[in-house]
């Protein structure tokens, strides 16, 4: 496991492109924008049972049960990431998953629902 600070665009998108896993351990309410790069380039997530989380990536990845503070909280993190990197089955079906779920997050889409909403009204 390696915790990365900060990253200018150019460097996060190297570590992300170099990375197996991305984990999500933060409980805080705040819209998890580097799970949703994570996502968007098909980075498997294993991420803190949050209902953030949950509405960001629904199926896209793997929730770790346990309340914050909690001493099991740690080990749910870790069973949850041992999961999704199991196997080489395992690391190729999250991928996938998360890449699927991260096609929801994009420009033309959030475009595409707008003008949607625009010929409703």
Not at 24 to 35: G, M, Y
Request: charge should be negative; hydrophobic fraction near 50%.
């Amino acid at each position: 496991v390696r915790a990365r600070g900060a990253l200018e665009d150019a460097d996060r998108a190297a570590v992300l492109g170099g990375a197996v896993a991305l984990l999500a351990p933060s409980r805080l309410t705040a819209f998890p924008w580097r799970v949703v790069e994570a996502l968007a380039v098909g980075v498997p997530v294993v991420a803190a049972d949050t209902p953030t989380h949950r509405a960001v990536i629904l199926d896209g990845g793997i929730y770790a049960d346990g309340d914050a503070g909690d001493a099991d909280a740690g080990e749910a993190l870790s069973d949850a990431l041992a999961q999704a990197l199991g196997s080489t089955a395992a690391v190729e079906r999250y991928a996938v998953l998360a890449g699927d779920r991260g096609r929801a997050f994009s420009w033309h889409g959030a475009a595409e629902r707008v003008w949607q909403l625009h010929a409703d009204l």
